[in-house]
């Protein structure tokens, strides 16, 4: 029983198509997160909700665009593909509050060719 | 602008000897630490924390060490395992709202 799983695990698609990545926890978590790990590794925070409402917007095209239908799903869409948003995308939630964690999906492997 | 570092891209260590992984963070507003475990094509898996109240957290054979003033935390595995070969990721936040993750150290336990 999967705490924060995410679909699809693997995403090949052409530059300048549309594309969605769903995410669902079943933790009943208020808030959830987009993460983004490029080619250097790093795990670097997109989009961040707090039951329903976006609370953190990091530097992100505005061609990312995060829904978020109840406070268990958040789904991230990603309009005009291009070749630099090869990457992997995380899902992930926590309960807010200090000394709290963050559980992970398992991550889409986003390749735009 | 990256708050919290981690120098070492990756370290190999001998099985049944001690792993030592380092980490750096530059706001002093954060109040909780963590470590993350993640294996290829897997979602990190939380590993063990730290709160900024405290030194030293211990859970079997991980130990976190956090040095405020210095704002460095380490992760200390002891026995190494093969099985702890990962890539581990510190992290950090301020009322746990928004975690900072640095970029990872791929630990290699030779047997």
């Given at each position: 029983d999967t705490a924060v799983s995410q679909t699809p695990k693997y995403l090949v698609t052409q530059m300048g198509n549309d594309k969605s990545i769903k995410c669902e926890q079943n933790l009943g978590h208020d808030t959830m997160y987009w993460y983004k790990q490029d080619s250097k590794k790093?795990?670097?925070?997109?989009?961040?909700?707090?039951?329903?409402?976006?609370?953190?917007?990091?530097?992100?095209?505005?061609?990312?665009?995060?829904?978020?239908?109840?406070?268990?799903?958040?789904?991230?869409?990603?309009?005009?593909?291009?070749?630099?948003?090869?990457?992997?995308?995380?899902?992930?939630?926590?309960?807010?509050?200090?000394?709290?964690?963050?559980?992970?999906?398992?991550?889409?492997?986003?390749?735009?060719? | 602008d990256q708050q919290v570092k981690q120098n070492s891209p990756s370290l190999s260590v001998q099985e049944g000897r001690i792993s030592i992984l380092n980490c750096d963070y530059t706001n002093s507003m954060f109040d909780y630490f963590l470590w993350y475990k993640k294996y290829p094509a897997e979602?990190?898996?939380?590993?063990?924390?730290?709160?900024?109240?405290?030194?030293?957290?211990?859970?079997g054979r991980f130990t976190v060490f956090l040095n405020k003033s210095a704002k460095h935390l380490?992760?200390?595995?002891?026995?190494?395992?093969?099985?702890?070969?990962a890539v581990y990721f510190c992290a950090a936040s301020t009322t746990g709202n928004q975690f900072y993750f640095g970029t990872g150290t791929s630990l290699t336990v030779i047997p």
């Open positions: 790093f795990l670097k925070i997109m989009f961040s909700y707090n039951n329903k409402e976006l609370i953190i917007n990091e530097t992100v095209p505005n061609r990312f665009s995060p829904k978020s239908p109840d406070k268990a799903h958040l789904n991230l869409h990603i309009n005009s593909l291009e070749l630099g948003d090869s990457a992997v995308y995380f899902c992930a939630s926590s309960q807010p509050g200090t000394g709290t964690e963050a559980f992970f999906g398992q991550g889409t492997r986003l390749t735009v060719v | 979602g990190p898996t939380f590993l063990i924390s730290i709160s900024s109240i405290k030194d030293k957290n211990e859970d380490s992760l200390h595995i002891v026995p190494s395992q093969p099985g702890d070969s």
